[in-house]
């Protein structure tokens, strides 16, 4: 059956981790998401990460996203995998060509190709049933709402729709413990983000940005990377990515 596949059983559960403690944190092995754990962490939360393997083109940061588990030492990690290319629709799941060489006022104009359908909708669903069963009080996802290229699902009110959503819809909101979706970064600029992530120690060096790798290199000039790039030479901080255009 295509669709979800989730490990043969679950994660002990930590002895040390109270549910007033547990955040669940979506990691995709990109910047944002490393430091949006290490702020989670800085927060006091004990770090359940999750890591959605859905058939992307960059599949790589799934390996990165464990490495930034093990840097992290989260008390969790897992990876489930869904199939969205099995439903198209982006240049990150299809045949479609990632755009490359876009200057920012044309990466400022409209939805690009390498949104992925609904896909944090997808994303923070899973995250939610995860924080239901873990009896975690947050959420953490690396939404963007300066650098986002114009992803509908990285908006403020996107965040608190779902945040509702979940009120209402499982069995913890209903019964009245809520879980707060927290997006950390939603109004700082990729250099800011990077500084906060040198200031918190996150393991920057392990994360993975490239919409379309060539090989073990990083393109250097899909979206992702243009803004990856210009974020790190704004934060005066060395990139540690190996680009395959220098």
Do not use: W
Not at 39 to 55: H, K, N, P, S, W
Not at 163 to 185: F, H, I, M, N, Y
């Amino acid at each position: 059956m295509t669709g979800l596949i989730f490990p043969a059983s679950p994660p002990p559960m930590p002895h040390d981790a109270t549910p007033q403690r547990r955040a669940v944190v979506l990691l995709s092995g990109g910047l944002d998401s490393t430091v949006t754990a290490a702020v989670a962490q800085q927060e006091g939360c004990d770090l359940f990460l999750l890591t959605i393997a859905y058939r992307q083109r960059h599949a790589v940061e799934i390996e990165q996203a464990r490495q930034v588990a093990a840097a992290l030492r989260a008390h969790s990690h897992i990876v489930v995998e869904v199939d969205l290319r099995a439903l198209g629709g982006s240049a990150l799941t299809g045949d479609l060509p990632v755009p490359k060489d876009r200057p920012e006022q044309e990466r400022a104009q409209g939805i690009p190709v390498t949104y992925v359908p609904a896909r944090n909708l997808i994303f923070l669903s899973l995250a939610a049933a995860h924080a239901e069963v873990l009896g975690a009080s947050a959420i953490y996802f690396g939404a963007n709402v300066l650098d986002y290229s114009g992803y509908p699902d990285c908006r403020p009110e996107f965040i608190r729709a779902f945040e509702e959503t979940v009120a209402v819809g499982t069995k913890r909101g209903v019964e009245g413990s809520r879980v707060e979706v927290r997006a950390p970064l939603l109004t700082l600029s990729k250099a800011e983000i990077i500084q906060l992530g040198m200031k918190l120690q996150a393991p920057l060096h392990l994360t993975h940005s490239c919409y379309d790798p060539v090989g073990s290199l990083a393109c250097g000039r899909c979206d992702s990377c243009v803004i990856r790039r210009q974020g790190f030479a704004k934060a005066g901080v060395e990139d540690p990515t190996a680009y395959a255009v220098p």
